[in-house]
């Protein structure tokens, strides 16, 4: 009988505290849509296009050719920003960034975003948390994309 009733307030523990984090989860994703939600206000000029996965995207500059398709090498230039305006990491001075795209070399809203731009275009991404470090902080980059190796031709 003992060992049914340890089992059972076991069992309730960790019910409610699987339903304190689902709360928790639901009140910070809440507040990461307000910030966004916020962001968005605050720059009514910004004609951000949500996409189906969440990443708003704005084109700058459309650039010329064919978008970077997965496993394409990417060659681009960035600056990241959180939504309050200080920027948390750029690759300016240090020359382009390679990487292959789409295939989770990088945070998921960025490949996304970058898979949607062509050489030379320059766009604005407002990648939610989900689609980026999961830590209920949206993300701002201005991406140039100066090349492209196209390795799926």
């Not at 996409?51 to 650039?63: K, N, P």
């Amino acid at each position: 009988m003992r060992k049914i009733m340890v089992f059972t307030m076991f069992t309730a523990a960790v019910f409610f505290a699987s339903c304190s984090l689902a709360s928790k989860h639901e009140k910070w994703e809440k507040e990461e849509e307000q910030q966004i939600m916020n962001y968005l206000g605050g720059n009514p000029d910004l004609d951000f296009e949500k996409s189906e996965s969440g990443l708003y995207y704005l084109d700058i500059v459309i650039g010329n050719g064919m978008n970077p398709l997965k496993g394409d090498s990417v060659f681009i230039n960035y600056t990241g920003y959180l939504l309050d305006g200080r920027i948390f990491d750029s690759n300016e001075g240090r020359g382009p960034l390679a990487f292959p795209v789409g295939i989770g070399w990088a945070i998921p809203g960025f490949d996304e975003g970058v898979m949607r731009m062509k050489k030379g275009g320059k766009a604005m991404l407002l990648i939610p948390s989900s689609l980026a470090y999961r830590d209920y902080t949206p993300l701002l980059f201005e991406v140039e994309l100066d090349s492209i190796i196209f390795v799926t031709e």
